[in-house]
T-cell receptor
Framework: EAGVTQFPSHSVIEKGQTVTLRCDPI?????LYWYRRVMGKEIKFLLH????????ESGMPNNRFLAERTGGTYSTLKVQPAELEDSGVYFC????????????FGPGTRLTVL | RKEVEQDPGPFNVPEGATVAFNCTYS??????FFWYRQDCRKEPKLLMS???SGNEDGRFTAQLNRASQYISLLIRDSKLSDSATYLC???????????FGAGTRLAVHP
């Protein structure tokens, strides 16, 4: 069974540009999460989808970040315009069910904003 | 104050040593607790869940003390392959999200 996949694995952009990250969860997993780790800090929650609905987006840093999950399958996270402090590793995770189940993480997208 | 606090290490130990990691969490309403392992430039992977009664998986033993809001991980007979960052993670059921500690780095040397 395929795991969580993320694309791209690396992205280097200039300040002010736009970047879109993609996550494909494990098939059948209704829950999809985005997390971020910036240099030297802990991994932090960004938001949670249940199917196509945003369940919790309390961790989104500001309105430059937009997450979507049309059709309840894959998700995209767009950063527009990117700032230097957006650099970090963006992880996507998925899990089945409505109560806690193990969250399976993708390999992450390493974003560098110059 | 961070929600989950860990000693960042690094812990440098020889093969065969026993090493213990500790973690404290601030939200007494937290429901579930875990240790994740993260290898360099890789994603976090669940190592084991942590229960009040304690649980053991081979060389690994995890313990939870709810009264003290304290979680521990003990690794016996360390192997070179145990070298990684160990993340203390709390699941906040009310918010359905994982809250991570910054991680404790372990380096096992020959």
């Amino acid at each position: 069974e395929a795991g969580v996949t993320q694309f791209p694995s690396h992205s280097v952009i200039e300040k002010g540009q736009t970047v879109t990250l993609r996550c494909d969860p494990i098939s059948g997993h209704d829950n999809l999460y985005w997390y971020r780790r910036v240099m030297g800090k802990e991994i932090k929650f960004l938001l949670h989808f249940v199917k196509e609905s945003k369940q919790d987006e309390s961790g989104m840093p500001n309105n430059r970040f937009l997450a979507e999950r049309t059709g309840g399958t894959y998700s995209t996270l767009k950063v527009q315009p990117a700032e230097l402090e957006d650099s970090g590793v963006y992880f996507c995770a998925s899990s089945p069910g409505t109560s806690y189940n193990e969250q399976f993480f993708g390999p992450g997208t390493r974003l560098t904003v110059l | 104050r961070k929600e989950v606090e860990q000693d960042p290490g690094p812990f440098n130990v020889p093969e065969g040593a026993t090493v213990a990691f500790n973690c404290t969490y601030s939200n007494s309403a937290s429901q579930s607790f875990f240790w994740y392992r993260q290898d360099c430039r890789k994603e976090p992977k669940l190592l084991m869940s942590v229960y009040s009664s304690g649980n053991e998986d081979g060389r690994f033993t995890a313990q939870l003390n709810r009264a003290s809001q304290y979680i521990s991980l003990l690794i016996r007979d360390s192997k070179l392959s145990d070298s990684a960052t160990y993340l203390c993670v709390v699941f906040s059921g009310g918010y359905n999200k994982l809250i991570f500690g910054a991680g404790t780095r372990l380096a096992v040397h020959p």
